[in-house]
């Protein structure tokens, strides 16, 4: 069966120092990966996704996400973390034998920066 | 830019109640998705479309039906509300062509439906 796994509830980061918020997988094949981001009282945003190619992807915002196929992982990064980038990030999976748009999503980490 | 809209922020209703979430999108997109998102269990799948008049169930279909009479257009039916449907409902959609499964999902702002 297909998973996502974000083993952090929460990860708490001062601002200008680098964060990272990780993911990993489980899938049969190779996986489509993706990264929203959720602000209160919002729907979520596409962040960033991994289909194939370089293993360090670059998205809105200044995040990149890095895949590991050896690991299953799908770690978020961004260099020097601002304040506005507190929120709350979800990883999500796609099979390639996946019907069509569906996605499994992990449970969400939220991420906060401090001055 | 995609636009998912859905009709209401904010909905109060009773118990019993049959309650209509209703979401559209501009983008021609073929797939619509509804899920729930609740604190500490993420999103949960309830329904999908892949087009119109069609459905297929998701993980917690239980307690809901769906609508797709146009393709723009898809409505969450909630048959007879419980106290335990009180939660945040997201819509989403997402393109079929090209490369559909590399295609991400646009979600709505979402409705924060409340069950008295």
């Known amino acids: 069966a297909q998973s996502v796994a974000q083993p952090e509830d929460q990860v708490n980061v001062a601002e200008g120092n680098p964060l990272t918020v990780k993911c990993t997988y489980s899938v049969s094949g190779n996986p489509y990966l993706f990264w929203y981001v959720q602000y209160p009282n919002r729907g979520l945003q596409f962040l960033l996704k991994?289909?194939?190619?370089?293993?360090l992807v670059k998205g809105s915002y200044g995040f990149e996400a890095e895949f590991n196929k050896s690991q299953t992982s799908f770690h978020l990064k961004k260099p020097s973390a601002l304040v506005s980038d507190s929120a709350l990030y979800f990883c999500?999976?796609?099979?390639?034998?996946?019907?069509?748009?569906?996605?499994?999503f992990g449970q969400g980490t939220e991420l906060s920066v401090k001055p | 830019d995609v636009k998912v809209t859905q009709s209401s922020r904010y909905l109060v209703k009773r118990t019993g109640e049959k309650v209509f979430l209703e979401c559209v999108q501009d983008m021609d997109h073929e797939n619509m998705f509804w899920y729930r998102q609740d604190p500490g269990l993420g999103l949960r799948l309830i329904y999908f479309?892949?087009?119109?008049?069609?459905?297929e169930k998701g993980d917690i279909p239980e307690g809901y039906s769906v609508s797709r009479e146009k393709k723009e257009r898809f409505s969450l039916i909630l048959e007879s509300a419980s106290t335990n449907q009180t939660s945040m409902y997201l819509c989403a959609s997402s393109s079929q062509q090209g490369s559909p499964l590399n295609q991400p999902q646009h979600f709505g702002d979402g409705t924060r439906l409340s069950i008295l």
């Open positions: 479309s892949y087009d119109v008049k069609m459905k």
């Open positions: 999500a999976v796609r099979g390639r034998d996946n019907q069509g748009g569906k996605l499994i």
């Open positions: 991994y289909i194939t190619g370089d293993n």
